[in-house]
């Protein structure tokens, strides 16, 4: 029923604005796919935790005694209070507020009070599966941490879920060379007002940076004249390439609704005295390279997460309502890597992705105009037909076969 709402060149509108719709693809799109849930660095060591929503669910992300990261329910096995009630901490035991049920830091019951109230085979009893916090399967690459939350046995594990999308995280861990990552420089978050879909529809989208980000490229170029402009105002100024320039960069789509684009904005990595001899060390030549001057702009992890390995910036999205997505981005500082390196890709995030800088708000506002025109009038749109393809398996940022290639993933799970 949902699959014939999409068809090329005709997508229903109702995909980014029915309820129906959006409950079901948190069920069928977001429960059944490996959503990024954080990275490893942001849980230390035994007992930190975080916590996350994914597919509407409350969540734990948690490092257990024995050093690994654990995804748990947020939902006392008694009543089904909040377990935790803080973003972030560290606990050797997750105690309810409530009644004080206590829980290990893989879920399990540890203390109940006055258990002998209960009576009977299924009374709740500490080391029971039964009454622990629920908890998901958890996987990794590079760090990079993954949840499931339904159909573990249909699913393909993380490695094979990602296939070559994993390029983009292999990337920005090769920026180390001790292959260690750690999330720093804060958060960035802002909340969409459109469907989530609208935010993935325009990762690879070259075609629209001259139209919706016009006043702020004309701000960078009015403010570069007759001088060698600060490295954020070139950022910004990139924007206005002409088309064709778009047109020359490669859009991979791969397998699950994950896609990768190359990059327009270059830095001359590399160069810093020692970093590349000590990537060669830990990589050998050929792949030392390819971590510096591999240059990947976007990559989507369909259907939660993107990056920027480029300036190494993780993303993760989160539907909130048919028409309200949360975004939150973060950077990712590189053990043994200048320091020049992270902080300008610090300022680069401030730069083109904070809520507050000259380019995000341009974008923000587009995806609102969509979401408005769709809610104000039902009938089709034509969504992806758009094709600039110069060969059957090469796209561009001037075509519109990656969105293509998502709404075919998203078919495969809400027709299930
Ligand atoms: S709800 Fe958690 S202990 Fe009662
Ligand atoms: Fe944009």
Same mark, same amino acid.
């Given at each position: 029923?949902?699959?014939?709402?999409?068809?090329?060149? &005709?997508?229903?509108?109702?995909?980014?604005?029915?309820?129906?719709? $959006?409950?079901? #693809?948190?069920?069928?799109?977001?429960?059944?796919?490996?959503?990024? @849930?954080?990275?490893?660095?942001?849980?230390?060591?035994?007992?930190?935790?975080?916590?996350?929503?994914?597919?509407?669910?409350?969540?734990?992300?948690?490092?257990?005694?024995?050093?690994?990261?654990? @995804?748990?329910?947020?939902?006392?096995?008694?009543?089904?209070?909040?377990?935790?009630?803080?973003?972030?901490?560290?606990?050797?035991?997750?105690?309810?507020?409530?009644?004080?049920? =206590?829980? /290990?830091?893989?879920?399990?019951?540890?203390?109940?009070?006055?258990?002998?109230?209960?009576?009977?085979?299924?009374?709740?009893?500490?080391?029971?599966?039964?009454?622990?916090?629920?908890?998901?399967?958890?996987?990794?690459?590079?760090?990079?941490? $993954?949840?499931?939350?339904?159909?573990?046995?249909?699913?393909?594990?993380?490695? *094979?879920?990602?296939?070559?999308?994993? *390029?983009?995280?292999?990337?920005?861990?090769?920026?180390?060379?001790?292959?260690?990552?750690?999330? /720093?420089?804060?958060?960035? /978050?802002?909340?969409?007002?459109?469907?989530?879909? @609208?935010?993935?529809?325009?990762?690879?989208?070259?075609?629209?940076?001259?139209?919706?980000?016009?006043?702020?490229?004309?701000? /960078?170029?009015?403010?570069?004249?007759?001088?060698?402009?600060?490295?954020?105002?070139?950022?910004?100024?990139?924007?206005?390439?002409?088309?064709?320039?778009?047109?020359?960069? #490669?859009?991979?789509?791969?397998?699950?609704?994950?896609?990768?684009?190359?990059?327009?904005?270059?830095?001359?990595?590399?160069?810093?005295?020692?970093?590349?001899?000590?990537?060669? #060390?830990?990589?050998?030549?050929?792949?030392?390279?390819?971590?510096? =001057?591999?240059?990947?702009?976007?990559?989507? $992890?369909?259907?939660? &997460?993107?990056?920027?390995?480029?300036?190494?910036?993780?993303?993760?999205?989160?539907?909130?309502?048919?028409?309200?997505?949360?975004?939150?981005?973060?950077?990712?500082?590189?053990?043994?890597?200048?320091?020049?390196?992270?902080?300008?890709? @610090?300022?680069?995030?401030?730069?083109?992705?904070?809520?507050?800088?000259?380019?995000?708000?341009?974008?923000?506002?587009?995806?609102?105009?969509?979401?408005?025109?769709?809610?104000?009038?039902?009938?089709?749109?034509?969504?992806?037909?758009?094709?600039?393809?110069?060969?059957?398996?090469?796209? =561009?940022?001037?075509?519109?076969?990656?969105?293509?290639?998502?709404?075919?993933?998203?078919?495969?799970?809400?027709?299930?």
């Amino acid at each position: 029923m949902f699959g014939e709402m999409v068809r090329v060149g &005709a997508v229903d509108g109702r995909v980014y604005t029915s309820r129906e719709v $959006f409950a079901a #693809e948190i069920e069928r799109v977001f429960a059944r796919c490996w959503n990024y @849930v954080g990275h490893l660095s942001e849980i230390p060591q035994p007992g930190d935790y975080r916590r996350v929503t994914v597919a509407g669910r409350p969540l734990i992300l948690i490092r257990h005694e024995d050093g690994t990261p654990r @995804v748990l329910l947020n939902r006392c096995a008694h009543r089904g209070a909040a377990v935790v009630g803080r973003d972030c901490g560290r606990a050797r035991r997750l105690r309810c507020p409530y009644h004080g049920w =206590t829980y /290990a830091t893989d879920g399990a019951l540890k203390q109940l009070p006055l258990p002998g109230g209960y009576k009977g085979d299924d009374a709740p009893r500490c080391g029971d599966p039964a009454w622990s916090l629920e908890s998901y399967p958890v996987e990794t690459y590079r760090d990079f941490a $993954f949840v499931r939350l339904e159909e573990p046995e249909k699913a393909p594990p993380l490695a *094979e879920f990602l296939g070559p999308a994993g *390029e983009a995280l292999d990337l920005m861990a090769d920026r180390s060379p001790t292959g260690r990552l750690s999330v /720093a420089g804060g958060r960035l /978050a802002i909340v969409l007002r459109c469907n989530w879909k @609208v935010y993935l529809e325009n990762l690879h989208d070259g075609l629209h940076p001259p139209h919706v980000h016009e006043s702020s490229i004309s701000a /960078a170029r009015a403010a570069a004249a007759g001088g060698q402009p600060p490295e954020e105002i070139r950022w910004v100024a990139a924007n206005g390439q002409p088309l064709a320039t778009f047109g020359e960069l #490669e859009v991979r789509c791969h397998p699950h609704g994950h896609s990768d684009m190359s990059g327009f904005r270059k830095e001359a990595d590399g160069r810093d005295a020692g970093y590349r001899e000590a990537l060669e #060390e830990a990589w050998g030549a050929k792949r030392a390279d390819r971590a510096l =001057t591999r240059n990947l702009h976007n990559a989507c $992890f369909y259907p939660g &997460a993107s990056a920027h390995p480029q300036y190494m910036q993780m993303r993760r999205l989160t539907p909130l309502a048919p028409n309200r997505t949360l975004v939150e981005s973060w950077t990712l500082k590189a053990e043994g890597a200048p320091e020049s390196h992270f902080l300008r890709n @610090v300022r680069y995030a401030n730069t083109i992705h904070s809520p507050s800088s000259l380019v995000k708000p341009d974008d923000a506002e587009a995806y609102r105009r969509v979401q408005q025109g769709l809610e104000g009038s039902p009938g089709p749109v034509s969504q992806h037909r758009r094709d600039e393809n110069p060969g059957p398996d090469t796209s =561009t940022a001037l075509s519109e076969e990656y969105v293509r290639s998502q709404y075919l993933a998203w078919q495969s799970y809400m027709e299930d």
